[in-house]
Each structure stands twice: as C-alpha cells, then as structure tokens.
C-alpha cells in the first residue's frame, strides 16, 4: 500500500519548453528524482498555449517524450484543477509548452518531522524568481 503524501510538503513547478515533444530530458530528471526519493510526482500535465492567451491540456500518457515516467512510483494525478491550469497559464507567455508537475518533497520529510516534534509544521514557501534574485545580487549604487 502505497503511502499518503505529506500534505505539508507538496509544491508545484512549471516548466517551459520549446514544445512538448522536447520532455525526454525532463522526464530522466523527474525519474532520478524519484528514484532518489527526493520527490514524489503527483500529477504531471502538459500545456501548450496560443497566441491568443487560451490554453490546451495535454495529459502526459500522450507524449511520447515522457516514456521515462512509466511505471514511476507515485504519479496519482487528479490534483490540478481548471482554475490551477489557468493560473499557472498566466505566467506563461503566448505561444509556449510547459508540464506542471505537482511533487511531494520528499527531501523535506526529515525538517517537517522535526518541526511537528517541536510542535510546528512547515506552513509555506516560496520560489523565489531567477530575475529578484539577480537583481538584489547586483552591486547597489550609493547617493
């Protein structure tokens, strides 16, 4: 019986790619992943969206590209919903394929069960943006 994921430690990530058939790198990735129990896939699906802003779902047993995954531990899916696809769609410019993929992190366990020993819980995070990043790196200029 497979275990329940820990609800404290799921995330979402979207990936954008050329296209979908361009997924194979990304799938060995995913897969190494899991098989390293760092994380535990939950759902997985692709996007590709038009130069009008609206979007199509491609579920990921119709790409090719993904054939790694098949039989990987853990892919549930279910878990997105239409709102989740739109929003998640917004911050992708027009005319671009990305997967979403929902993960439980399973890197974490150890944190997260420290944090309920102690009477916590991990109750969010965030990541942070390649382009904050390097601009609060950038030498500041004084008055």
Partial sequence: MEQQPDLDLVEYVVITLPDLSSTEAVAQALRELVESSH????????LVTGADGRYETVEPEQLAGLAALHGVEGEVGGLLSDDDLALACQ????ETSALIVVAEDRWAQLLADAARAGGGRIVGGERIPRHRLERSRRPQEGP
């Fill in 91 to 94: 911050a992708l410019p027009p």
């Fill in 39 to 46: 994380i535990r896939i939950l759902d997985l699906v692709g």
